[in-house]
């Protein structure tokens, strides 16, 4: 069945995975639920091995993803690459292969394929991560800011591994009206990602972005005709930068009390330009 994030449910086949736990994390208090993030427009929810997609059906990406992490269990298995679409959705509601076709733009796991590659169902889950409805295009260019997207995905996944500790990471663009468009699809060029942890006293939480646009103010993003049937939208090198849980709930629509009120770096009242790994810190 279709679950949208308002609490509609349509007609369609049921999911027989579980899905995004909200109850994973534990904390010396009990366990604690951190639902779903809701979002600001109607997303139809899908559920994969330890994870869970909001697809946002008329931007055709996931709004919103939710995987839970258990880094006592995480298993190495073969990558693989055999991306597809999901079945259970219209292909117009979701963005495949074509927009990825012939171009630069690169199909960027938004639930990394490593993070619910765990436990009994590791190989299903590593097959999960490869649907369309769990990427989102990004610039194929790498340099030091994107590594470092990818260094705080490492060091996201290598503290759980390393304490054996269980993560709930949310992770999806930052639609904005104004995305260059290209082949039907908006292209966003801002992503968020929030890491949600058991403290010693409760569930604690860190946020950041990545930013794709151009960093040269004179890219002119307005070419959208031309966009439609032409080349891929300008997106500039990336930059990541540690934000307060609240500045993503508002940029991206979401509601996500329990990380707003969870988050260790709620103070911070600026965005930080993370330039190295060193940088990065989940805990206070």
Not at 37 to 60: C, K, N, S
Not at 63 to 79: P, Q
Not at 193 to 213: F, H, N, S
């Amino acid at each position: 069945m279709r679950l949208w994030s308002n609490g509609r449910v349509s007609d369609e086949t049921a999911d027989a995975t579980t899905g995004y736990d909200p109850t994973f994390l534990s904390v010396q208090a009990g366990p604690t639920e951190i639902p779903l993030p809701g979002t600001a427009q109607p997303t139809i929810r899908l559920d994969y091995t330890h994870f869970t997609v909001l697809l946002d059906p008329e931007r055709r990406l996931a709004a919103a993803t939710a995987v839970n992490i258990d880094g006592a269990r995480l298993i190495d298995v073969e990558r693989g690459d055999d991306w597809h679409l999901d079945p259970r959705v219209d292909e117009d509601e979701q963005a495949g292969a074509e927009l990825y076709a012939r171009n630069d733009l690169d199909r960027g796991h938004l639930v990394r394929r490593r993070d619910p590659v765990w436990g009994a169902d590791a190989e299903r889950a590593n097959r999960d991560t490869f649907v369309y409805t769990n990427a989102a295009p990004q610039a194929a260019q790498f340099n030091q800011s994107k590594e470092l997207w990818s260094g705080l995905e490492d060091y996201v996944l290598a503290n759980a591994e390393t304490f054996d500790r269980r993560l709930s990471v949310f992770t999806g663009p930052i639609f904005a009206p104004d995305d260059p468009p290209y082949r039907g699809v908006l292209i966003p060029r801002l992503f968020y990602k929030v890491a949600a942890w058991a403290g010693a006293t409760g569930v604690e939480a860190a946020g950041y972005i990545l930013d794709q646009r151009p960093q040269l103010d004179d890219i002119d993003l307005a070419t959208a005709t031309a966009l439609a049937v032409g080349d891929p939208p300008p997106l500039g090198p990336f930059r990541t930068f540690q934000v307060p849980v609240a500045d993503i709930a508002q940029l991206a629509g979401l509601s996500i009390d329990v990380l707003i009120d969870a988050d260790v770096h709620a103070a911070q009242t600026s965005w930080l330009l993370m330039t190295q790994r060193s940088e990065i810190l989940l805990e206070r």
